[in-house]
């Protein structure tokens, strides 16, 4: 440990990082400013003594093996120990790039895999890793969200003693309480108190997840590198491509896995001077190549005293983790990048959303919600299986609740309670299914008073689109696209044209015989 003439601490042991592909590193640990830590200041004289402490500490280890063996266990297990840590789940901002999905619900409530949403991936990964203490960030458009979190989690007991909290934007006294949510940081900031109630004393780390992306991931894993590297802050990130780079906050970081610089989503010359050799997170030769970047998740782990000391002393006015907070921290405490050697995807725009869809009908898929120790919950419906008379399926996933009839079903993903007439063609078609029934009277009845039914009706033929629940698409539509448009807003009509595709708005009627 060494204590400059400035104050500024730097605590030189050495520890080990490890990603999930496996990797290890040596990394040194970082440093605080101004003497201070969570507005206190250090006492010099006593880190000394704790100094001289830990010393002894480790030299009475080494005289007693046996000893030692335990206490090694017992730290290691103090460092998966998920009672130690809170998440919170951003729900979002406005959701603008995902519109007009996020017309009526936050991008979390958006269905994914035709039974899903979102936000259950996070929620799912939460559980499988133990952690109970889950907190969700709200704004946008959250009644919908709102309902799923308590149907599907909080009547079932799976977090015991712990707890799942919707916590939506709102005003307080005083000019700063006048404004919503001005950014993720701020949002965060907004509900710090939470952090010094008596259900956060057992708390050290606080997990920061998005609820808009898809992946599976032990969250404890990320915590004991966290803990073992001994940073302020760790980001989980993934090598990435040209062609998405400039989607992403990037990171440049030494051989032992310390942030050095971060730039977020940069563009041109920017862009090209956060390339790196990724050969560093473990990647072959070939694959660094294909893959000169290193793009952050948008997943962190922060020690407790660290955020609340960052968002409240440090940055007081910062909006943003991945534009402010984490830049700026990199350059004054030990930010450490974690290797996630797995499949992820942001769910962020609709070109994104429709192809990640899809990928989940792939042999094998990349991702794959069909995983029995680690499964992704949801709300329980109580549905019956589908029902199936007469048709064809083709690489695709059918979700519960459906009636499919003497239909062509191709490469597409079919929501709950959906209905598919006879003769219909599905190809690359995302269905989001429907909230309810129709009754078969119901049904009758609209048809003869010339209306159409939720569902597809026959003779109908549509690819490449994404249909939103409860929509009624008539007989003989086709939904085709032919023209190649790539952007159109034809909300009069029932439907957009975003990145190619075709999206039927939720509750939306498409008349029989149109064509698109």
């Given at each position: 440990?060494?204590?400059?003439?400035?104050?500024r601490?730097s605590?030189?042991?050495?520890s080990?990082?490890?990603?999930?592909?496996?990797?290890?590193?040596?990394?040194?640990?970082?440093?605080?400013r101004?003497?201070?830590?969570?507005?206190?200041?250090?006492?010099?004289?006593q880190?000394?003594?704790?100094?001289?402490?830990?010393?002894?500490?480790?030299?009475?280890?080494?005289?007693?093996?046996?000893?030692?063996?335990?206490?090694?266990?017992?730290?290691?297990?103090?460092?998966?120990?998920?009672?130690?840590?809170?998440?919170?789940?951003?729900?979002?901002?406005?959701?603008?790039?995902?519109?007009?999905?996020?017309?009526?619900?936050?991008?979390?409530?958006?269905?994914?895999?035709g039974?899903?949403?979102?936000?259950?991936?996070?929620?799912?990964?939460c559980?499988?890793?133990?952690?109970n203490?889950?907190?969700?960030?709200?704004?946008?458009?959250?009644?919908?969200?709102?309902?799923?979190l308590?149907r599907a989690?909080?009547?079932?007991?799976?977090?015991?003693?712990?707890?799942?909290?919707?916590?939506?934007?709102?005003?307080?006294?005083?000019?700063?309480g006048?404004?919503?949510?001005?950014?993720?940081?701020?949002?965060?900031?907004?509900?710090?108190?939470?952090?010094?109630?008596?259900?956060?004393?057992?708390?050290e780390?606080?997990?920061?997840?998005s609820?808009?992306?898809?992946?599976?991931?032990?969250?404890?894993?990320f915590?004991?590198?966290?803990?073992?590297?001994?940073?302020?802050?760790?980001?989980?990130?993934?090598?990435?491509?040209?062609?998405?780079?400039?989607?992403?906050?990037?990171?440049?970081?030494?051989?032992?896995?310390?942030?050095?610089?971060?730039?977020?989503k940069?563009k041109?010359?920017?862009?090209?001077?956060?390339?790196v050799?990724?050969?560093?997170?473990?990647?072959?030769?070939?694959?660094?190549e294909?893959?000169?970047?290193?793009a952050?998740?948008?997943?962190?782990?922060?020690?407790?005293?660290?955020?609340?000391?960052l968002?409240?002393?440090?940055?007081?006015t910062?909006?943003?983790?991945?534009?402010?907070?984490i830049?700026?921290?990199?350059?004054?405490?030990?930010?450490?990048?974690?290797?996630?050697?797995?499949?992820?995807?942001?769910?962020?725009t609709?070109?994104?959303f429709?192809?990640?869809?899809?990928?989940?009908?792939?042999?094998?898929?990349?991702?794959?919600?069909?995983?029995?120790?680690?499964?992704?919950?949801?709300?329980?419906?109580?549905?019956?299986p589908?029902?199936?008379?007469g048709?064809?399926?083709?690489?695709?996933i059918?979700?519960?609740?459906?009636?499919?009839?003497?239909?062509?079903?191709e490469?597409?993903?079919?929501?709950?309670?959906?209905?598919?007439?006879?003769?219909?063609?599905?190809?690359?078609?995302?269905?989001?299914?429907?909230?309810?029934?129709?009754?078969?009277?119901?049904?009758?009845?609209?048809?003869?008073?010339?209306?159409?039914?939720?569902?597809?009706g026959?003779?109908?033929?549509?690819?490449?689109?994404?249909?939103?629940?409860?929509?009624?698409?008539?007989?003989?539509?086709?939904?085709?696209?032919?023209?190649?448009?790539?952007?159109?807003?034809?909300?009069?009509?029932g439907?957009?044209?975003?990145?190619?595709?075709?999206?039927?708005?939720?509750?939306?009627?498409?008349?029989?015989?149109?064509?698109?």
């Amino acid at each position: 440990m060494v204590v400059s003439a400035d104050c500024r601490i730097s605590l030189s042991a050495p520890s080990c990082l490890r990603g999930s592909s496996g990797f290890t590193r040596h990394i040194n640990l970082g440093s605080f400013r101004n003497g201070e830590l969570m507005g206190k200041n250090l006492n010099l004289p006593q880190l000394r003594s704790s100094s001289t402490n830990f010393s002894q500490k480790r030299i009475q280890m080494s005289l007693n093996s046996v000893a030692g063996e335990s206490k090694v266990k017992d730290i290691e297990s103090e460092k998966r120990d998920p009672r130690t840590v809170a998440s919170i789940i951003l729900g979002g901002g406005a959701g603008t790039r995902l519109f007009p999905l996020t017309k009526r619900r936050a991008k979390p409530a958006v269905p994914i895999g035709g039974a899903y949403r979102l936000i259950d991936v996070p929620m799912s990964n939460c559980i499988n890793s133990g952690i109970n203490k889950v907190y969700i960030l709200t704004q946008y458009n959250s009644a919908s969200l709102n309902r799923h979190l308590a149907r599907a989690y909080n009547s079932n007991g799976v977090f015991g003693d712990g707890f799942v909290e919707a916590l939506a934007a709102t005003q307080t006294p005083g000019e700063t309480g006048k404004k919503w949510f001005q950014g993720t940081a701020d949002a965060v900031r907004q509900f710090h108190w939470l952090f010094e109630d008596a259900r956060s004393k057992e708390i050290e780390d606080v997990l920061i997840l998005s609820g808009d992306h898809l992946y599976r991931m032990d969250y404890m894993d990320f915590v004991q590198d966290h803990r073992q590297s001994g940073a302020d802050i760790s980001i989980s990130c993934i090598p990435i491509d040209d062609r998405r780079a400039s989607d992403f906050g990037l990171m440049k970081i030494d051989d032992k896995g310390r942030v050095l610089s971060f730039s977020e989503k940069p563009k041109g010359d920017d862009l090209k001077a956060m390339a790196v050799d990724t050969t560093v997170l473990g990647l072959s030769k070939e694959e660094a190549e294909k893959k000169p970047y290193i793009a952050s998740m948008g997943v962190y782990v922060f020690k407790k005293e660290i955020l609340l000391n960052l968002l409240r002393w440090r940055f007081p006015t910062a909006n943003d983790f991945g534009s402010e907070i984490i830049p700026f921290s990199a350059k004054e405490f030990y930010v450490n990048a974690y290797l996630f050697n797995d499949y992820w995807e942001d769910i962020g725009t609709i070109r994104s959303f429709f192809d990640a869809n899809l990928a989940l009908t792939e042999h094998p898929p990349a991702f794959s919600f069909y995983d029995a120790a680690k499964p992704i919950y949801t709300s329980r419906r109580n549905l019956p299986p589908s029902k199936i008379d007469g048709s064809k399926l083709v690489d695709s996933i059918i979700s519960h609740g459906s009636f499919l009839t003497n239909c062509l079903i191709e490469h597409s993903i079919v929501g709950i309670r959906s209905r598919v007439g006879s003769n219909v063609q599905l190809k690359d078609t995302v269905m989001l299914g429907a909230d309810f029934y129709e009754t078969e009277a119901e049904v009758a009845a609209l048809l003869a008073e010339g209306k159409v039914p939720i569902g597809i009706g026959e003779n109908t033929k549509i690819k490449e689109c994404i249909i939103d629940k409860n929509a009624r698409v008539g007989k003989n539509v086709v939904i085709a696209n032919s023209e190649g448009v790539q952007e159109a807003d034809r909300s009069a009509d029932g439907f957009y044209i975003r990145s190619g595709i075709t999206v039927i708005l939720k509750n939306s009627v498409i008349a029989d015989g149109v064509v698109i």
